[in-house]
Nanobody, 127 residues
């Protein structure tokens, strides 16, 4: 069982930056695939980024490529999402997710494919 707690959300102007953090409990964090997903009002949850256990493999949604960076610190049981050049369409609740299975990016693009989820943190980007 893994518990995930997100932080770092808030209100930012378009063009600004935020860094989200996700603290995970459990001794097996370093073996887990981690991901970030988001859900905007009235829309379905969508994939944002994922990272494998070592950090050597990452994937991003086309809408955030070149602007967002996912990273992890296994010593701190934490995964990060650095978000730069934010746009109003990035406004959403951002969820951290974890999965013990082998990294499989094709599973994540549907907005799921992970076993454990945090409660989310709200990011609002004003124009």
């Amino acid at each position: 069982q893994v518990q995930l707690v997100e932080s770092g959300g808030g209100l930012v102007q378009a063009g600004g930056s935020l860094r989200l953090s996700c603290a995970a409990s459990g001794r097996t964090f370093s073996s887990y695939t981690m991901g970030w997903f988001r859900q905007a009002p009235g829309k379905e949850r969508e994939f944002v980024a994922a990272i494998n256990w070592s950090g050597g493999r990452t994937d991003y949604a086309d809408s955030v490529k070149g602007r967002f960076t996912i990273s992890r610190d296994n010593a701190k049981n934490t995964v990060y999402l650095q978000m730069n050049n934010l746009k109003p369409e990035d406004t959403a609740v951002y969820y951290c997710a974890a999965d013990p299975r082998r990294y499989a990016s094709t599973n994540y693009y549907s907005g799921g494919g992970m076993d454990y989820w945090g409660k989310g943190t709200l990011v609002t980007v004003s124009s």
